[in-house]
T-cell receptor, first 113, second 114 residues
Framework: ETGVTQTPRHLVMGMTNKKSLKCEQH?????MYWYKQSAKKPLELMFVYNFKEQTENNSVPSRFSPECPNSSHLFLHLHTLQPEDSALYLC????????????FGPGTRLTVT | QQQVKQSPQSLIVQKGGISIINCAYENTAFDYFPWYQQFPGKGPALLIAIRPDVSEKKEGRFTISFNKSAKQFSLHIMDSQPGDSATYFC?????????????FGTGTRLLVSP
């Protein structure tokens, strides 16, 4: 595997379900990000992790819970989501330094029914 | 409040033509302006980026023009090809943070007709 991988690629879940999204980066980076991409809206930064420590939480509802066990893996735990949470969830990674470019994964298409 | 405004929302260009996408920003502290290209089923990929100390940057058929006083920047795709059909996002960030806190535009869907 190369670059940034995300699983699953598609997920349909009910509002009472609990599920998790997984991201893995194979680039040796030390920062990882979760973004939400909704139709006709700008990409929204949700969380940033630097060396496994959360450094940014962009006022994300508590029904989204991130976890970063090491600098290569990032999870987004989902519970009691709302239909408006349906979106493409993108993971990215970068080197934590000025100008460190972000590399994105292919995303998980989430549908909440 | 949207900090980066992008236009047009969609664009159709004939093969060989010039595609132009425009962005305007509000925060004068921004000092890094990348463009991302996203194909269906893929994540955004960095295409080209510029810093405000230059007014233009060219990489192959892709050029960024930057107007600091107007707080605007644009992407020009010369000799547009059907393979360029994708969604393009402009973004902006500050370099004083250790990571890029990118603020994205809403995207432009480009279709290059054969």
């Amino acid at each position: 595997e190369t670059g940034v991988t995300q699983t699953p690629r598609h997920l349909v879940m009910g509002m009472t379900n609990k599920k998790s999204l997984k991201c893995e980066q194979h680039l040796g980076h030390n920062a990882m990000y979760w973004y939400k991409q909704s139709a006709k809206k700008p990409l929204e930064l949700m969380f940033v992790y630097n060396f496994k420590e959360q450094t940014e939480n962009n006022s994300v509802p508590s029904r989204f819970s991130p976890e970063c066990p090491n600098s290569s893996h990032l999870f987004l735990h989902l519970h009691t989501l709302q239909p408006e949470d349906s979106a493409l969830y993108l993971c990215a990674s970068s080197q934590m330094r000025q100008g460190g470019e972000q590399y994105f994964g292919p995303g998980t298409r989430l549908t909440v029914t | 409040q949207q900090q980066v405004k992008q236009s047009p929302q969609s664009l159709i260009v004939q093969k060989g033509g010039i595609s132009i996408i425009n962005c305007a920003y509000e925060n004068t502290a921004f000092d890094y302006f990348p463009w991302y290209q996203q194909f269906p089923g893929k994540g955004p990929a960095l295409l080209i980026a510029i810093r405000p100390d230059v007014s233009e940057k060219k990489e192959g058929r892709f050029t960024i023009s930057f107007n600091k006083s107007a707080k605007q920047f644009s992407l020009h795709i010369m000799d547009s090809q059907p393979g360029d059909s994708a969604t393009y996002f402009c973004a902006a960030s500050r370099r004083d943070t250790g990571f890029q806190k990118l603020v994205f535009g809403t995207g432009t869907r480009l279709l290059v007709s054969p």
